[in-house]
């Protein structure tokens, strides 16, 4: 659920100035702003405009989502785009839990045979049919049993002399023949089967696994889902006070980064203050390999200047320096011009 919103006051200048600043127009419907203007996403919508791209219902006091460039309430959201839980039907939001490919709400993922829910840290096994407790668990592949006549494996396709082969998956195999289907690894304990293929536990969450946006591990048993990123609980933290966040607690998402709402609030007055210290003439830009380049507002060089963190090599003079380069009197001679 997207929760980036703000109100911000839009006014009028009555006094008459060399330049104008640009109006700010509404994104839904083109018209000027004035006065309360909701901004989301550095987009800006007149209160009245801000409304369900479906049902038309006014977004402005709760949550929403955003699919496709559209602005949908939670009830549309869910009806068109959501997550059903495989156990009950019900749409799933917050605290859920992912396994083989399927959505569960936590209380409704449960132990095939006692009907329990499993509990946070618990082993689940599947057998290739049923998800079982540590309790009801039986041994993953059927141990081998005698075989009157001969059949064929489901591997090789060969026929299966007389003596023993593996029950798996409804087929009989040799015992060398049930393989992981991505790396040929021959299957002896734990396996996981998708579309009917068996799979040893590293494959099947590569091919089909779901990543923590946090750590980029795969993530087994329990999933936090916020838009369309997924963490484990323990690490869907705020970004800013590094606090985790409980189950049914709102939060704020933006891009890769969530955060609580208060934190969000105490982060956009501290950036604030951070701008009004900054000197007046420099506009700080992120470069990679821990480049910085400040391009100056009040004064223009006729080539960049380049300061540099920790231990970078200057790309004007290739010196490598331990603090920050004074370009302007160790690799830059040329003269700069005012710029009003």
């Known amino acids: 659920m997207v929760m980036v919103k703000e109100k911000v006051a839009h006014a009028q200048d009555t006094h008459h100035h060399s330049t104008e600043k640009p109006l700010i127009q509404c994104y839904k419907c083109g018209e000027p702003c004035k006065g309360e203007v909701l901004r989301v996403q550095n987009k800006h919508f007149h209160l009245k405009c801000f409304t369900c791209k479906v049902c038309g219902c006014d977004l402005a006091q709760g949550g929403f989502f955003m699919k496709n460039g559209e602005y949908l309430c939670t009830l549309d959201y869910q009806r068109m785009h959501g997550t059903r839980c495989n156990g009950c039907g019900d749409f799933v939001e917050g605290e859920v839990v992912t396994a083989l490919g399927k959505t569960y709400h936590p209380a409704c993922f449960v132990c095939t045979i006692c009907k329990r829910p499993f509990p946070a840290g618990d082993r689940v096994t599947f057998n290739g049919k049923d998800c079982l407790c540590q309790y009801c668990v039986e041994p993953m592949s059927p141990g081998p049993k005698d075989i009157l006549g001969s059949s064929n494996c489901a591997g090789c396709g060969r026929d299966i002399k007389n003596g023993q082969a593996l029950l798996a998956l409804d087929k009989q195999w040799h015992l060398g023949c049930f393989k992981c289907k991505a790396c040929s690894k021959v299957l002896t304990g734990e396996y996981i089967s998708k579309d009917g293929a068996p799979y040893c536990e590293k494959d099947y969450q590569i091919h089909f696994g779901v990543q923590c946006e946090a750590c980029h591990q795969f993530i087994t048993g329990k999933v936090l889902e916020a838009g369309d990123k997924h963490y484990h609980p323990s690490c869907a933290r705020c970004s800013r006070c590094n606090q985790m966040f409980t189950e049914g607690e709102e939060m704020y998402l933006q891009g890769s980064t969530v ?44 080539h960049p200047v380049f300061y540099h963190i920790h231990r970078t090599r200057c790309i004007v003079c290739c010196h490598l320096l331990e603090t920050a380069c004074s370009a302007l009197s160790v690799c830059h001679t040329e003269p700069f011009s005012l710029v009003f």
């Open 259 to 302: 955060w609580h709402p208060g934190c969000k609030n105490t982060t956009r007055t501290e950036e604030r203050h951070r701008e009004r210290l900054l000197p007046p003439s420099l506009l700080f830009l992120q470069k990679t390999e821990r480049q910085v380049l400040y391009s100056l507002l009040a004064m223009r060089w006729h």
